[in-house]
């Protein structure tokens, strides 16, 4: 009879988990985008709750802790301006094993915080007094992105190929320990488009794609989206 209940107890605790909602931060600021559509994407995306924080306040929330009420901290901000004591909150989500995902223009924070592009594995390169004109990244709006798959994870799963009309983003740095996700060969975009690794405790995953709203209508890229929480957020547990 005990048996019976665990085994009940157990089979109730599983489906209950199933149905659970993962809870996301969601950041913008810094840079114009379909608000309406983007935020429809949000809002359609199964088993998700999200609250939107808009730079500089997110930062500051940030700072104050209230990432810690969120399973996954999802970015899609173009900010430059960061304080010391924002850095260091950071830096303690990522050894407290925070799962991040960054979206599309994210790659181009923090210019000046060499331990962003550690952080998000990458960095899209902006024009700047010591930088040469070869560093320079470059982006080029409103084409089509044919996408590959370069590694299958739970982030890539159930896809053969992706195409997006989109933004790409050439001549940005990736880091050599990232797991390429997506490759494309569109000829002025960088090889990878996507990618995932592990900056100290925590799980991230960067998805360039995601320019307008052409994008996030996209049943892929919803997809693609919803699989990239769903994993980060069962890194997690």
């Known amino acids: 009879?005990?048996?019976?209940?665990?085994?009940?107890?157990?089979?109730?605790t599983v489906v209950l988990s199933k149905g659970q909602?993962?809870?996301?931060?969601?950041?913008?600021?810094?840079?114009?985008?379909?608000?309406?559509?983007?935020?429809?994407m949000f809002d359609a995306l199964p088993q998700i709750e999200y609250e939107h924080f808009?730079?500089?306040?997110?930062?500051?929330?940030?700072?104050?802790?209230?990432?810690?009420?969120?399973?996954?901290?999802?970015?899609?901000?173009?900010?430059?301006?960061i304080s010391q004591s924002e850095k260091m909150a950071y830096l303690r989500l990522t050894k407290q094993g925070k799962p991040l995902l960054f979206l599309h223009h994210?790659?181009?924070?923090?210019?000046?915080?060499?331990?962003f592009e550690?952080?998000?594995?990458?960095?899209?390169?902006?024009?700047?007094?010591r930088i040469s004109e070869d560093e320079v990244s470059t982006y080029e709006h409103d084409v089509w992105v044919y996408c590959t798959i370069e590694n299958y994870t739970p982030v890539t799963s159930g896809f053969n190929e992706l195409r997006f009309f989109d933004e790409v983003y050439g001549n940005i740095r990736i880091s050599d320990e990232v797991?390429?996700?997506?490759?494309?060969r569109h000829p002025k975009s960088s090889d990878f488009v996507a990618w995932q690794h592990v900056y100290n405790q925590s799980n991230v995953v960067y998805i360039q794609s995601g320019h307008d709203r052409r994008t996030y209508e996209s049943a892929d890229y919803r997809k693609l989206?919803?699989?990239?929480?769903?994993?980060?957020d069962n890194t997690n547990e």
Do not use: C
């Open 1 to 12: 009879m005990k048996r019976m209940v665990f085994l009940s107890f157990f089979v109730l």
């Open 21 to 40: 909602s993962t809870k996301i931060m969601l950041i913008t600021g810094g840079h114009s985008f379909d608000t309406l559509q983007f935020f429809q």
């Open 54 to 81: 808009e730079q500089p306040n997110a930062n500051a929330e940030i700072a104050n802790g209230k990432a810690d009420d969120f399973d996954v901290l999802v970015f899609y901000d173009m900010w430059g301006n």
């Open 106 to 115: 994210a790659l181009v924070s923090y210019q000046d915080w060499p331990e």
């Open 118 to 129: 550690q952080i998000i594995g990458g960095k899209y390169v902006q024009e700047g007094k």
């Open 179 to 184: 797991k390429p996700l997506l490759r494309t």
């Open 225 to 232: 989206i919803l699989q990239a929480i769903k994993f980060l």
